[in-house]
């Protein structure tokens, strides 16, 4: 009896996954990161310019954060007293607390620490005021409608904080410039009626300027500000994502698309590259000015003021609003209030509260509930642009208000003149910027009107057979066409049509 031979079963045609694929499939099962990607990677972004100024935003904040860590690292946030003994000489034997002796030593003796320290305050300056040119931009356009109200409060309170957070960190060092800012706080603190006393007292632990405000505001600046920060960092980046992003009207683009290029890997290829160059122009910034020498400001003591002092230029206006504020005092039943500061640290936060609240006004002014993806050309809504430009120019007027004392001495004037000229600018310039920024908006619209009616200029005059001379016009294209004429005309705030 003869064996039959056993049959041997083919093996599997399926190729055998490699370990990278494995190692993706296990996270996949776990997090869904296909999923996210298939739908994400591929969304698609406009492409423009403006849009850029976000982008400056997250990477000065990206910045903040690393060269910030390599701070603390080396910064002693308390103020106990120390005597200074190090490469600066001019200060040696100096008493001094220990957090503007750290700091010292940080810029002196750590290598590279002037550098990441300068870099550090630069992004801070950078980081601002690419946030308040980017909310601009989405103000001038009213990408700030329905559905995207609540992420321009996000961004509104980025902003907020952010000048709250500069403050924080501009007073660490515990120099003289940073003191006289402090005593500016203290100030307003105690013009607040009834419990101006007591707040004093619970910010510095104690009768000014206290033992533990270097300390305190380290935890702010350090631990919960920037926490909170990249909370709504995050938050707002994924609304935007969930929003679908904004866009400026165009041949092809609706309230339900997006034209542009897609995240992967066109837009991320881009970020990446723009990241780099804020990185580095900061970088070549911090390494060629110089900003804050606090040595040689000296050491804070409370019998003594810089001359000169001004605060970073994002607090300026804050300043300006009590410069410029006659010094007003009225008593009531044993109580004096104090006017000239009181009256100027309530206007500092409503001027910012105004933008904040914007959004809302105008939808309950105009009436206008739709959802809207493409964006306003500013000539469009010339009662908006008027408004912004107001602000603008009324936030200006104050930051020149708030150096004063600058403006006066450079351009050999009397400080009198200077204060009065800009206590009369505050009510005039605004006003004027309303008008005329609207009536600019309103003649580019007839501009505009005429272009589509009767097209460019060429330049090539032609005589009718009647003797007639006339210039040659030409035409405009679709495109330009549908971008001069894509747009509907809602309810003004100030002009009502018929």
């Not at 010292?104 to 620490?113: E, Q």
């Not at 300056?125 to 690419?130: N, S």
């Not at 992967?264 to 160059?277: D, E, I, S």
């Amino acid at each position: 009896m003869t064996a039959t031979p056993e049959t041997s079963t083919p093996a599997s045609s399926t190729p055998v996954a490699s370990r990278g694929e494995r190692v993706a499939d296990w996270f996949d099962g776990r997090l869904g990161i296909h999923t996210l990607g298939k739908q994400y990677l591929r969304k698609v972004f406009p492409d423009h310019w403006s849009f850029l100024l976000g982008e400056i935003c997250l990477y000065s904040f990206v910045v903040l954060i690393l060269t910030g860590i390599y701070l603390t690292l080396f910064f002693h946030p308390s103020m106990n007293e120390v005597t200074y003994h190090g490469s600066y000489v001019p200060l040696n034997g100096i008493r001094m607390s220990d957090a503007y002796a750290s700091t010292l030593h940080l810029s002196f003796d750590v290598r590279g620490g002037l550098l990441v320290r300068q870099l550090h305050h630069w992004a801070a300056l950078v980081f601002i005021a690419a946030m308040l040119t980017h909310m601009m931009r989405h103000f001038f356009t009213g990408s700030f409608r329905k559905p995207r109200e609540l992420n321009w409060l996000f961004g509104w309170t980025l902003l907020f904080l952010g000048l709250f957070e500069g403050l924080f960190g501009y007073s660490l060092p515990d120099d003289l410039l940073s003191g006289t800012g402090m005593r500016f706080v203290d100030g307003a603190l105690l013009s607040v009626p009834i419990v101006g006393t007591y707040l004093s007292m619970f910010l510095f632990g104690g009768e000014y300027p206290g033992h533990d405000i270097v300390s305190r505001f380290y935890s702010l600046h350090v631990l919960l500000i920037p926490g909170v920060m990249a909370a709504l960092v995050v938050v707002h980046v994924l609304l935007v994502v969930y929003h679908k992003h904004t866009q400026f009207a165009g041949p092809g683009r609706t309230e339900r698309n997006v034209v542009g290029a897609p995240f992967m890997p066109v837009y991320l290829a881009k970020a990446g590259g723009f990241f780099f160059l804020v990185f580095g122009a900061l970088t070549v910034l911090a390494a060629v000015a110089s900003i804050n020498p606090v040595w040689s400001y000296g050491p804070y003591r409370a019998d003594q003021v810089s001359t000169g002092a001004q605060p970073d230029w994002y607090l300026g206006f804050a300043e300006g609003l009590v410069r410029v504020m006659p010094g007003w005092e009225v008593t009531f039943w044993g109580h004096t209030l104090v006017l000239g500061v009181l009256i100027p640290i309530v206007v500092f936060p409503l001027l910012l509260v105004l933008i904040g609240v914007y959004p809302f006004l105008e939808s309950w002014r105009t009436g206008d509930k739709r959802e809207h993806h493409l964006l306003d050309r500013p000539r469009n809504r010339p009662t908006r642009t008027g408004i912004g430009v107001a602000w603008i120019s009324l936030y200006l007027i104050l930051l020149a208000g708030g150096g004063n004392d600058i403006v006066a001495t450079r351009l050999h004037l009397s400080i009198n003149t200077v204060t009065w000229a800009v206590r009369v600018a505050v009510f005039v310039v605004p006003a004027a910027a309303f008008v005329v920024t609207r009536r600019i908006c309103l003649g580019l619209q007839l501009r505009d009107a005429e272009l589509v009616l009767h097209g460019r200029e060429t330049g090539v005059i032609k005589r009718l057979p009647h003797g007639e001379y006339v210039e040659l016009h030409r035409p405009l294209d679709q495109a330009e066409l549908h971008t001069l004429t894509a747009h509907k005309r809602p309810r003004e705030l100030v002009e009502r049509e018929p």
